[in-house]
């Protein structure tokens, strides 16, 4: 799909502008005063916070002992903190934050290693390596991500950084080259697509940031071709795992990192060459995986979850807004904007999970969108039934909440998923995990020999269906679960027959695809 549009590409690829630099105040003076606040109260946190470090012991005791958080903490509070000033930076424009942005900037092209420690391996699903080999930059999410953040930074200040630390862009260009650039030309990580070999997030989601590098840095012609070529291949690989439903395997949790970099990466190349890209947001595949979010949509802040999803899936934003006017979508719109509105922290700073906080083209592009959501005033619909075939789920809504069955076997980039009837009911008992939702799971439990997760909100054994959901100890106090007991193959297959009441075409495609759930998938030929 992506590579076809190759053939309409342009002879020059201009850079990307997502927004104006900040020494072009107008726009950044027409920001929300809200926004403009947010920014400000952020920055001038950071300014109080010292740099985190992150010596060879905190790298170590990941090797050691396989913990991730130590690490992870001091990183992600390093490019939290840069985020932070340099929007607080651009809102104010007077220099107040300049010296903190340069000594941030330093720091991280002072580390020896962009990849986590947990993603420190050249083959994909091997044991990580024990130390970075700083000769060989490894492309990870957050090497990625680390990469969009510097080259935003030097995109949106470059005068004014290099007067006050005179030189240190072309530090950043040199680190960015090195780091991102080359390995992306001259390497292959495995989540730049293989032929058939399955992808996930990690595709869209890396490419998404090193098309920010490439497009934000003063690059030339022939590496931003080349980007484009390895992006629309990449793409086509990530695609070809999607049924022509659109719906993310994953679960709705992944879509901000699967669908909405999907459109992060569209976005970006329809921009430098909308004649070539622009026509994909009226693919009827592009536009489904774009809705997919509305149609698990529960209520409020609550999705239907599956694979290892929570239910507690984030609220949409501007990404969303912005995918659903894209595609032309009035409904993605809509649950974009009426989240928004609801949302006391659009950006997302009292996230317990610090890799929310480091991306500072999300938080501009919500910033930048902010009094158009706000005035966007439709009401959000749902569809009272879905059913989707590539995954073998099927919802349906009624007075009393929302009800969810697994229909098939179904193996994903993340989880294997079991049958299973999910009913939503609506509950007085705020007490239970899901504050005002209770969830009740109606299923057996794994046939013997199917693997258990571990259920990510209290630590405890559970089969893999629906993550927190299907475990026991949804309705229960962390620490309390009730014990999985097993059953049978053949008493779990009687047991999982579809009930009545659903599709015609739900309870067919049961039957002929028991074993091979996944649908129609487009081969991609391996580069």
Not at 63 to 88: D, I, K
Request: proline letters at 9%; hydrophobic letters at 40%; a positive charge.
């Amino acid at each position: 799909m992506i590579q076809e549009q190759l053939a309409h590409l342009p002879e020059f690829l201009p850079g990307y502008r997502p927004f104006p630099p900040a020494k072009e105040r107008t726009a950044w003076q027409g920001l929300p005063l809200r926004a403009k606040q947010r920014f400000l109260q952020a920055g001038e946190a950071a300014l109080q916070t010292p740099i985190a470090p992150l010596p060879l012991s905190l790298w170590l005791d990941f090797t050691h002992t396989g913990r991730r958080t130590p690490w992870e903490t001091a990183y992600f509070s390093r490019r939290a903190r840069l985020c932070a000033l340099v929007s607080a930076e651009c809102v104010e424009h007077k220099g107040r934050f300049l010296g903190a942005i340069a000594d941030t900037v330093w720091a991280l092209c002072e580390e020896s290693a962009w990849q986590l420690p947990a993603h420190n391996s050249y083959v994909r699903d091997t044991p990580q390596l024990p130390l970075p080999d700083t000769t060989r930059p490894i492309v990870d999410l957050f090497a990625a991500e680390t990469g969009a953040l510097l080259a935003l930074t030097r995109y949106l200040l470059p005068d004014e950084l290099d007067a006050a630390a005179p030189g240190i862009t072309a530090r950043m260009e040199r680190e960015l080259d090195a780091r991102i650039l080359t390995p992306y030309f001259t390497s292959h990580f495995w989540w730049m697509g293989n032929g058939e070999e399955p992808m996930c997030n990690w595709t869209s989601w890396c490419t998404q940031n090193v098309l920010l590098t490439v497009f934000l840095l003063p690059t030339t012609q022939q590496q931003r071709k080349a980007a484009v070529k390895q992006a629309a291949y990449s793409l086509d690989c990530f695609l070809k795992d999607y049924g022509a439903d659109g719906c993310c395997n994953e679960g709705a949790q992944y879509y901000r990192h699967a669908g909405l970099t999907l459109w992060g990466c569209l976005e970006i190349l329809s921009s430098i060459a909308p004649e070539a890209f622009s026509p994909l947001f009226h693919e009827p595949k592009i536009k489904n995986i774009a809705e997919y979010i509305c149609n698990v949509h529960v209520e409020g802040p609550y999705y239907l979850n599956f694979g290892d999803c929570s239910p507690l899936a984030g609220r949409c934003g501007a990404r969303e807004y912005r995918f659903g006017q894209a595609v032309g979508s009035d409904a993605l719109q809509a649950l974009a904007a009426a989240d928004f509105r609801a949302d006391a922290d659009p950006d997302h700073l009292q996230n317990p999970d610090g890799s929310t906080h480091i991306n500072l083209w999300y938080r501009l592009t919500t910033a930048f969108a902010e009094e158009e959501m706000m005035a966007y005033s439709a009401t959000p619909r749902h569809h009272l039934t879905v059913w989707y075939p590539s995954v073998g789920v099927y919802a349906a809504r009624r007075a009393a909440g929302c009800w969810v069955q697994s229909l098939a076997l179904t193996a994903t980039a993340t989880t294997t998923t079991i049958p299973a009837a999910l009913p939503c009911t609506r509950t007085a008992d705020h007490s239970s995990l899901i504050s005002g939702w209770k969830a009740t799971p109606k299923r057996p439990s794994a046939p013997s020999g199917m693997k258990f997760g571990r259920c990510r909100a209290h630590g405890t054994i559970c089969p893999p269906l629906t993550a927190c959901s299907s475990c026991p100890a949804r309705n229960t106090l962390p620490g309390r679960c009730a014990p999985i007991k097993t059953a049978s193959p053949a008493s779990w297959r009687a047991r999982t027959r579809p009930s009545r009441g659903l599709p015609p075409t739900a309870a067919a495609y049961l039957s002929a695809n028991r074993a091979s759930p996944c649908g129609t998938k487009q081969t991609i030929p391996a580069q």
